[in-house]
């Protein structure tokens, strides 16, 4: 009974052609996240879904953009990967995004660039 | 600029003793903070949090100690078992729906 679920967990591209990275949830959450994780740092934080409000986080390369087509689905699009992309891409849920408030993560994505 | 650091990558303990996970912040509009706990091919999973209204938050073996002057913060796990060997992560937000930020975790082994 898995809750998040991320396909595919490998994901092989080549530099500058587009990728997308997809995430579903069983939970009805309200809340989508995608967060980037480099080897040995921390997740970071790309940008969030209340709904079908989009929060972009200030620092997020344009290069980044996402999708959420409904409440189940939740979609990262990566229009030209470069080498420096190469990473972990999480996908997590949480039920209405308050402070504290448990966050259910998916297994991941690894996206490597060639 | 980390504003949640873990020092300390990673931390051996042997079997049946405590492991100790430190955590250091420097925001002090944080209010809530996390710990999440990963295996390996699988996605962080939530252990245990504190408010900043309280001190300690005990749940099993698992205590998370609060100290808000010094910001820092300490997982204690006893005893330790080999299963809780995993990557753990701090995190920390604080009111008004702002997003989780992380440490860059501290690898724990319990060795039998």
């Known amino acids: 009974d898995a809750m998040v679920i991320q396909n595919p967990r490998y994901q092989v591209t080549q530099f500058g052609k587009p990728v997308t990275l997809s995430c579903s949830q069983t939970?009805?959450?309200?809340?989508m996240y995608w967060y980037q994780q480099k080897s040995s740092q921390a997740p970071k934080l790309l940008f969030h879904?209340?709904?079908?409000?989009?929060?972009n986080e200030a620092d997020t390369p344009d290069n980044f953009q996402s999708r959420r087509p409904n409440t189940s689905f939740c979609f990262l699009d990566i229009r030209s990967p470069g080498l420096g992309d190469a990473a972990m891409y999480l996908c997590?849920?949480?039920?209405?995004?308050?402070?504290?408030?448990?966050?259910?993560f998916g297994p991941g994505t690894r996206l490597l660039v060639l | 600029d980390q504003q949640v650091k873990q020092n300390s990558p990673s931390l051996s303990v042997q079997e049946g003793r405590i492991s100790i996970l430190n955590c250091d912040y420097t925001n002090s509009m944080f209010d809530y903070f996390l710990w999440y706990k990963k295996y390996p091919a699988e996605g962080p999973t939530f252990l245990i949090s504190?408010?900043?209204?309280?001190d300690k938050n005990e749940d099993g073996r698992f205590t998370v100690f609060l100290n808000k002057s010094a910001k820092h913060l300490s997982l204690h796990i006893v005893p330790s078992q080999p299963g809780d060997s995993a990557v753990y992560f701090c995190a920390a937000t604080h009111s008004g729906n702002t997003p989780l930020v992380f440490g860059k975790g501290t690898r724990l082994s319990v060795i039998a």
């Open positions: 939970l009805n959450h309200n809340v």
């Open positions: 504190i408010s900043s209204i309280k």
């Open positions: 879904y209340y709904d079908k409000d989009f929060n």
């Open positions: 997590a849920t949480s039920r209405a995004g308050t402070a504290g408030e448990t966050q259910y």
